[in-house]
Each structure stands twice: as C-alpha cells, then as structure tokens.
C-alpha cells in the first residue's frame, strides 16, 4: 500500500503554478499544496511530503462503440476507405452521439507534460486505495445521467513501475485493473489512456526517446490482457506535443496499432493523437490528420481506427480558467468535420470541458450540441474531469455524495448529462 496520508482529505484544491501552453495547446504543470487561492489548472499537480500528483484536463474523444454483445446496440466502423461521393453536409441521419463520458482522474497524478511520472505518486480513484469513490461516481454518471464512456488515465510509469522496458508490473496492474473493472461493470465503454505526452522523461517516442519496440511492447501487453472484452477502447498516448516529424510519429503510432491487433484485439477502437496537444482546430492544418491517415490495421484496413481530439473553451483553448469565450465551432470544429466527412475519417473528442460557469454552461452547451448534428464523423465527447479531483477544481466535474444522494455539478448537470442534452 502506497502511503497517502497527506491527501486523505475530503477536498484537495489544486493549484497551477506552470506556465501558460499556446494558443492551441494543453496545460501542465507543477501544483502547489492547498492554498486559499482560486484554482487555475486544467492539469493540476499536487505535491506533498511524500507524493505528487497531476492530474490532466484533455478534450473528451468521442468513438464508435467496439461491442459485440447482443445487448449492446450495433455501430458502424469506421469507413475503410473514402467516400465515392464526398459531401461536407452532415447525413439526415446524425443528432445522436455514440458515446459520452467523463475522464477518472487519479492513476495519472504525478505525470507531468514533458512525459515524467513517478509511479508512487499515482493515487488510484478508488475507495480500497484511499481514494475518492470513483466506482459510484461512475454508477451515477451511467444510472442517473445516461454516460456510457469513461476514460481512465494512467501513467507509463506506473505500468512498468519505473523501468522503461520492463513488462509491466502486476501489482501495479492489478490496482488499475480495478478501476477498469469498476467501469465495466457499470456497462460502459472504457477507455485505457497512457498519460505520457508521446514522451517518457522528456524523451520523445521514436525521436530520440524510447523506441518504437519498447512503446509497442507495453501496448501488447495492455491488449492481450482486455483482448476479448469489446468495451474496451485503447488510446494510444495522450495529448503529443512539440513532435519534431509528424510523419515519424505516425510510425510510431502504427506500431501501437499493430502490437495491439496482433496482441489479440483485433475490433475495438484505437484512438489515433496527432501534434500540438491532439487539438481538434488544428489536426488537419498542422499534418496529424494526413499522417494518421496511413495508420492502418495489419489487413491494410482503417477500420476502428479513429482520430482521438481535444478541445476546451477558454480565451486561450488552454483549460485553465473558469469563464468560456467560443463554442470552437467556426474556429475547429467546422472544418475539422468537413475534413472528416470528405476523408471518410471520424474523430473522437476525449478530452473537454470548462468552469462551472453560465459561460461555459452556453458555449459547451453549444459545441456539444454541433458535435451531435455531425455524428456520422464526431463519435462524442469525454469532459475533463472527476475521479481524485475534487469539486471545486476549476475544471471540476466530481460529483458530490451524501448518503445515497449523488449531485452533479452545474456543468455536467446542464450541459454534459445526456440525461439533460438527450443527445444518446
């Protein structure tokens, strides 16, 4: 058992002191212990005497459900190859997402944006590890608000406790295992998320950091464990930035790809990242979505292979303040749906959200809503952020409990629930 005394607290507050990302950009940082000052981060750090945590808030991806089940409804794949007749008007058929969630944060504190993580300073969002109840928390979002995905981060390093290379540890594995667990048996799809930023201790992946092979190698692993469960979905790295060569990274993106196919998982989705923190407003300007476009399963196909995005609403698209100001619609969305539907391509928005504020309330509302009018290409959204996190976190979607009484707050409840914007 990891010690975590000093966050037994029914409320951490967590303060960003990083600097500020561009305008296209995620956030991460360094937080300070609690203090009495409004919070600022969308990736928060908390550091105590005896671990720090950070927690990351990305844009939620939205992808088409991988299931096989009878009791889950059918989804289309992925196209594998592009329309005959392009159009950039979205079906009469589209208003419903596939799919719409919120991220579990906590096996990701300690990970920081250039791609270092301690794997002690992950505080795992479960009560048996002396975290916050991220089981009923996602009980409550699936039976009382109509969710059907969560995403749930974690550390490299924590996977391999440490050792690039290493197999991945057990026991480590065991304590992530029971929050993928958790979300399966609300009958969610669950998205396995390594937290890194395409880097391990600065070192980027295929570009001077770890190999391809050893990238490929825990990918493998991770797939051969969650091989016959169809509600799993991978996500392949969280938020790359500053990537030298898009089209090596793409290389690298593909042996994932291939690893977790040949590992056995050969129908659930794989969420594809692309540069400048996977941003949705700029995936197809800066060359992610052309490079990701040659990804492809071992049979040469594109199928479930799907282009993972983020997007938040601040005045500088970083997450870290409270007031919205676009509903990114002009500015990204439009476009990056056109690309789409043109390409024959769908994309998933893993990683949103905002303050719980009348601002974002509207704008989010809004880019929820256009998300939905363009189902047949936009999969669904993911908000940034419960689990560890408490309420009062500046992107805060935890919801409170008393007794048998789960609250929501103002943002998820006006505006994220599917319960409320119908849009499932």
Same mark, same amino acid.
């Given at each position: ?59 939620? +991806?939205? /992808?088409? @459900?991988? $299931?096989? !089940?009878?009791?889950? *409804? #059918? %989804?289309?794949?992925? +196209?594998? /190859?592009? @329309?005959? $007749?392009? !159009?950039?008007?979205? *079906? #009469? %058929? ?10 579990? !944060? ?319």
């Amino acid at each position: 058992m990891k010690a975590r005394s000093a966050l037994l607290v029914s409320g951490c507050f967590l303060l960003s002191a990083r600097a500020q990302s561009p305008a296209w950009g995620q956030c991460g940082g360094v937080v300070q212990p609690p203090a009495p000052q409004a919070l600022l981060a969308q990736k928060s750090t908390l550091t105590t005497s005896n671990v720090s945590l950070e927690q990351t808030p990305t844009v939620p +991806p939205a /992808s088409i @459900p991988p $299931t096989s !089940s009878p009791s889950s *409804p #059918a %989804s289309p794949s992925a +196209p594998s /190859s592009a @329309p005959s $007749t392009p !159009s950039s008007t979205p *079906p #009469a %058929s589209a208003g419903k997402l596939r799919f719409a969630g919120i991220n579990i !944060s906590g096996f990701d504190f300690g990970c920081n944006t250039d791609g270092s993580c301690t794997a002690s300073a992950a505080w795992p969002p479960l009560l048996q590890y002396y975290g916050h109840d991220g089981q009923g928390q996602m009980t409550h979002f699936v039976n009382d608000d109509g969710f059907n995905v969560f995403r749930l981060p974690v550390g490299w390093q924590f996977l391999v406790n440490d050792v690039l290379g290493a197999d991945i540890d057990e026991a480590n594995l065991t304590e992530y295992d029971a929050l993928v667990q958790a979300c399966l048996s609300t009958g969610a799809s669950c998205i396995v998320d390594i937290h890194n930023y395409a880097r391990w201790n600065s070192g980027i992946i295929g570009q001077g950091g770890p190999t391809n092979d050893q990238f490929a190698a825990v990918w493998s692993q991770i797939a051969a464990k969650y091989a016959s469960e169809p509600k799993i979905i991978f996500g392949v790295m969280n938020e790359p930035h500053d990537i030298p060569d898009i089209t090596i990274w793409a290389a690298s993106v593909q042996a994932a790809v291939t690893a977790i196919r040949n590992a056995g998982a050969t129908s659930q989705l794989v969420l594809l990242p692309g540069n400048n923190w996977t941003s949705a407003e700029t995936f197809v300007s800066n060359g992610s979505a052309d490079a990701l476009s040659t990804v492809t399963n071992p049979d040469g196909s594109i199928t479930n292979l799907i282009f993972d995005v983020h997007k938040y609403l601040d005045f500088d698209n970083s997450g870290t303040n409270a007031e919205c100001t676009t509903n990114n619609i002009d500015d990204a969305w439009t476009p990056l749906a056109a690309y789409l539907r043109t390409n024959g391509r769908q994309a998933f928005n893993t990683e949103t959200g905002g303050g719980n504020t009348a601002s974002c309330i509207q704008y989010l509302c809004e880019q929820v809503a256009f998300q939905a009018q363009n189902s047949d290409v936009i999969l669904g959204y993911v908000g940034w952020a419960a689990g560890n996190f408490d309420p009062s976190y500046v992107l805060g979607e935890t919801p409170t409990n008393t007794g048998s009484t789960w609250t929501d707050t103002s943002l998820v409840a006006a505006c994220l629930s599917p319960a409320t914007n119908g849009v499932l």
